[in-house]
């Protein structure tokens, strides 16, 4: 299985908070159902996209109750499985019998092949790192990032906490940003955020500095400016741009690590094994903070 990892977390304009998680998932909220004699606890509201290609006019969509499937040894960090389950379906496809070529019947806009795709989530003090098994030509970017928003909204988030403070981002190693920070010639910026460091400990977040930088530059070359300019009171950076996608891709590092350790997982991640602890323990290391 492929995965990707991504990131839940603050927008770089707000400040530093622990406990930003509290996770309630109440079970009302799901109703019992039996695909190929396996039983799922799914949403109970489904999600319709509209399309208009020939493949198929609309995407339906939900996704199951998130259920602990691992506890991470040491650690007491937690495992979290959703699996997506959605079909893709258009109105007055026939279906014929390939024998003789009769048409034994006709698809309607709620009628298709059923998929799943998996998502593995763990939270941390202040942010989520998440594995979405990718499948080509699943679901686009723009309706996981949506349906994994929501997730967060009903079920990880503090109640009282602002919902449109938090983004998702692909979770980037250096060589996967790299390329796509070279290649792309929109929004490109380095934010360094001020921070005042109390008794060594607590951080709070004071403001921050956000520079524009060429659609021409390197990553490289940023990153060997960044280093230069590094000072005492900057304690946390994000080098930023603009993907293909149209969506901002960002990578996060802290004064006392320069060396860019923290991207030395990929963002990508093949698991070959069926073995379910040997798959959780591997996606307990890819998503480690």
Known sequence: ???????????????????????????????????????????????????????????????????????????????????LIYTKTKEGQTIVDLQDWSTIGSLNGHQGLVDFVDIFIISYDNMAKIATEY?????????????????????????????????????????????????????????????????GAEIINSGKIEYSIKADTTFDNAFSWLRGIFNDNIQRYSI??????NKTASIDGYSDDLTTNEWSTPARIEIGTQNNDALYGQLAHFLRI
């Open 1 to 83: 299985m492929l995965f990707e990892r991504y990131a839940f977390k603050y927008r770089e304009n707000n400040d530093i908070q622990n406990n930003t998680f509290d996770i309630q998932i109440p079970d009302n909220d799901f109703m019992q159902i039996n695909i190929n004699n396996e039983n799922f606890d799914i949403f109970t509201e489904l999600h319709e996209y509209n399309f208009y290609n020939a493949a198929f006019e609309k995407l339906i969509l939900t996704y199951t109750k998130p259920t602990i499937v691992y506890n991470i040894p040491a650690t007491n960090r937690l495992i979290y499985k959703i699996r």
């Open 135 to 199: 499948k080509y030509h699943s679901i686009s970017k723009q309706i996981l990032y949506d349906v994994i928003h929501e997730i967060f909204d009903r079920y990880f988030l503090r109640h009282n906490i602002q919902r449109d403070y938090f983004e998702i981002v692909m979770d980037f190693s250096q060589t996967d940003f790299e390329e796509i920070f070279n290649n792309s010639r929109k929004n490109k910026k380095i934010v360094f955020h001020m921070d005042i460091v109390n008794n």
């Open 240 to 245: 930023k741009c603009e993907d293909m996608n």
